[in-house]
């Protein structure tokens, strides 16, 4: 997905940032696995890693789309990038939204959410990144099914979060929350971004703001005593 | 979400009878850690004898009286649990 001319290069710095703080969030999950023997910190460290691991792939691939010598090189590269990318996010939420699952059967209680993530993952099954809709010139690839999906599943994970958030009412349960509303939105303007080119920067903004808020609940659990 | 699970697992009585040993100032006695941390009198000393085997409580025999201490890697492990607790916390999950 490319946007304005004027933010080529941006949305692969930020997506840079955003996985250097992914990796900090997985390793403190895999820190706490390995403390705790806590499975769900299992997932949340492999979902991290998933995510991490797409949001570099689609950086440096960006990155080399910029570097590229020709438009059709840089097109597929990027798009490469992006379909890497849109699996990691949705193996990361999908092991999110597995966490939040297994996690609530432990507290042996039915949630009426568990029909609704397996049937998201039916759907993310069945969504294919390979074909984007060109909608304006051959840099514009329009990706609406992988994005429809990724909101979906990143919606529950939010609503999970924002659960937790209004029963705990602790701040670093607010900035977990915020992440992934953040993330949501960010996949929704994704989404809208044909209506207008400035989307796909809002888009990238609200993602890395979303990883900024994790960054804050991280350094906040890590340094207060 | 933030519901307690039904059973503690072995890492949770660790850390609340760790946990009750540093509310009483680093130096409790037996009874105290046996109500602070719900246990029955058996399962207290097997637990005891375990985190003394860890090598994060440490005992200490004054007269007829016994106290247990947190050692520097029990403080240690406690401060590293506190961090993961409010991690997993945030997101939702118990531990």
Same mark, same amino acid.
């Given at each position: 997905?490319?946007?304005?001319?004027?933010?080529?290069?941006?949305?692969?710095?930020?997506?840079?940032?955003?996985?250097?703080?992914?990796?900090?969030?997985?390793?403190?999950?895999?820190?706490?696995?390995?403390?705790?023997?806590?499975?769900?910190?299992?997932?949340?460290? @492999?979902?991290?890693?998933?995510?991490?691991?797409? @949001?570099?792939?689609?950086?440096?691939?960006?990155?080399?789309?910029?570097?590229?010598?020709?438009?059709?090189?840089?097109?597929?590269?990027?798009?490469?990038?992006?379909?890497?990318?849109?699996?990691?996010?949705?193996?990361?939420?999908?092991?999110?939204?597995?966490?939040?699952?297994?996690?609530?059967?432990?507290?042996?209680?039915?949630?009426?959410?568990?029909?609704?993530?397996?049937?998201?993952?039916?759907?993310?099954?069945?969504?294919?990144?390979?074909?984007?809709?060109?909608?304006?010139?051959?840099?514009?690839?329009?990706?609406?099914?992988?994005?429809?999906?990724?909101?979906? @599943?990143?919606?529950?994970?939010?609503?999970?979060?924002?659960?937790?958030?209004?029963?705990?009412?602790?701040?670093?349960?607010?900035?977990?929350?915020?992440?992934?509303?953040?993330?949501?939105?960010?996949?929704?303007?994704?989404?809208?971004?044909?209506?207008?080119?400035?989307?796909?920067?809002?888009?990238?903004?609200?993602?890395?703001?979303?990883?900024?808020?994790?960054?804050?609940?991280?350094?906040?659990?890590?340094?207060?005593? | 979400?933030?519901?307690?699970?039904?059973?503690?697992?072995?890492?949770?009585?660790?850390?609340?009878?760790?946990?009750?040993?540093?509310? !009483?100032?680093?130096?409790?006695?037996?009874?105290?850690?046996?109500?602070?941390?719900?246990?029955?009198?058996?399962?207290?000393?097997?637990?005891?004898?375990?985190?003394?085997?860890?090598?994060?409580?440490?005992?200490?025999?004054?007269?007829?009286?016994?106290?247990?201490?947190?050692?520097?890697?029990?403080?240690?492990?406690?401060?590293?649990?506190?961090?993961? !607790?409010?991690?997993?916390?945030?997101?939702?999950?118990?531990?």
């Amino acid at each position: 997905m490319v946007g304005p001319l004027w933010f080529v290069g941006f949305d692969s710095l930020m997506e840079l940032v955003a996985f250097v703080i992914a990796v900090a969030i997985a390793y403190q999950a895999l820190r706490g696995y390995r403390l705790t023997k806590q499975r769900t910190l299992w997932y949340v460290h @492999l979902g991290f890693a998933a995510l991490s691991a797409g @949001l570099l792939i689609d950086s440096l691939a960006g990155f080399l789309g910029i570097i590229a010598r020709t438009l059709r090189g840089a097109v597929v590269v990027t798009l490469v990038g992006y379909e890497i990318y849109f699996l990691a996010q949705l193996v990361a939420y999908g092991l999110l939204i597995y966490a939040y699952v297994s996690h609530t059967r432990t507290l042996n209680t039915t949630p009426s959410t568990t029909v609704l993530a397996s049937l998201l993952g039916f759907v993310a099954l069945q969504a294919t990144p390979a074909f984007p809709i060109r909608l304006v010139g051959p840099l514009v690839e329009y990706h609406p099914i992988p994005e429809i999906v990724l909101l979906l @599943l990143v919606t529950y994970i939010a609503i999970q979060t924002g659960v937790n958030y209004s029963t705990t009412k602790d701040q670093d349960a607010l900035f977990v929350f915020l992440a992934f509303l953040l993330l949501a939105l960010s996949h929704l303007f994704f989404i809208l971004q044909p209506f207008a080119a400035l989307f796909f920067v809002v888009g990238h903004v609200l993602q890395l703001l979303g990883y900024v808020s994790l960054l804050t609940m991280l350094v906040r659990v890590t340094t207060t005593r | 979400m933030t519901q307690k699970p039904k059973y503690r697992s072995q890492m949770r009585i660790y850390v609340d009878i760790m946990r009750v040993i540093q509310r !009483e100032e680093n130096h409790a006695k037996p009874t105290r850690i046996l109500y602070g941390a719900n246990l029955s009198y058996d399962r207290l000393v097997k637990h005891l004898d375990e985190l003394k085997t860890l090598g994060v409580i440490g005992e200490i025999a004054e007269g007829d009286d016994r106290f247990y201490e947190l050692t520097q890697k029990g403080i240690e492990f406690l401060n590293q649990f506190r961090a993961v !607790e409010r991690f997993a916390g945030a997101f939702g999950f118990v531990i």
